[in-house]
């Protein structure tokens, strides 16, 4: 359910883009009419640039309902993001957590098993407190830092993202979980050494082409939700991770 939710999202998007560009071009052909002699040549290449037909700027809107009801969401949600861009990508990374920390409950345990919801409510509280808010500076730091798209520069954002960012949070993930569980800190030094290595490497694995696509092909203030809805696979790992048992119980 939640991967579905997470590819209609992502079809409202593009959609959504799409049909402002469409309506940009609809407004420079009107704002052109009155220009004929460079009314063609410059809406031929407003239409390469959007990848909207021309033909799109003279035609009524079709199904004025059902353009709202397929837009209602994202656009609403789109502009919470420009208007409250923190709470929102917060709230946002929050309930990511919480579905993919379900989704691997469901995965581990047994059918007699109850949820864990103490485990959960941690989940979705770093992803509200700590990795929610986080995201939103980080991205925009890179945006600021590199403000290019092309491709060299995605890569050097990627590459920071892997030295950087996802290995201080991956540290503070497995230290801030143990910790709220009761852990002393030979404990959590005793878990870091036996989780975060793995944790890393497997990262390495993951995060790359995920991060080529954020970095790549959105603008700066979707990159935390794309990066979010990437991480709901990614989290069902890590909270699979973070709660296995504790370094000296398996070892006594």
């Known amino acids: 359910m939640s991967r579905a939710l997470f590819r209609n999202v992502f079809a409202d998007t593009f959609w959504l883009i799409r049909r402002n560009a469409a309506a940009e071009l609809t407004s420079d052909v009107r704002r052109l009419q009155s220009r004929p002699y460079i009314r063609s040549n410059q809406l031929l290449v ?3 640039e959007t990848g909207i037909s021309p033909s ?31 709470f929102t990508k917060s709230v946002t990374c929050s309930l990511i957590y919480i579905a993919a920390d379900l989704s691997s409950q469901t995965i581990s345990k047994s059918s007699s098993e109850s949820y864990d919801l103490v485990r959960t409510a941690r989940m ?36 920071m993202g892997q030295t950087i960012y996802g290995p201080t949070m991956t540290v503070i993930f497995f230290s801030l979980n143990a910790s709220l569980q009761g852990e002393s800190g030979s404990e959590i030094l005793a878990r870091l050494k036996r989780d975060v290595i793995p944790a890393m490497f497997n990262g390495v694995m993951y995060w790359p ?8 092909f ?12 990437f991480s709901y696979v990614w989290t069902i790992y890590m909270t699979y991770m973070a709660n296995r048992k504790k370094p000296d119980a398996i070892s006594s």
């Open 46 to 48: 407003r239409a390469k």
């Open 56 to 86: 799109l700027g003279f035609c009524s809107s079709s199904s004025p309902s059902s353009s709202f009801a397929s837009v209602g969401f994202v656009g609403w949600y789109l502009g919470m993001v420009k208007s409250r861009p923190v």
């Open 124 to 159: 979705a509280g770093y992803g509200l407190l700590i990795l929610g808010p986080t995201l939103h500076y980080w991205f925009n730091f890179m945006s600021r830092l590199f403000p290019k798209q092309d491709l060299i520069t995605t890569f050097k954002k990627m590459a």
């Open 209 to 216: 082409l995920c991060d080529f696509i954020t970095f790549r």
């Open 218 to 229: 959105f603008p700066v203030h979707l990159q935390p939700l794309v990066s979010n809805s």
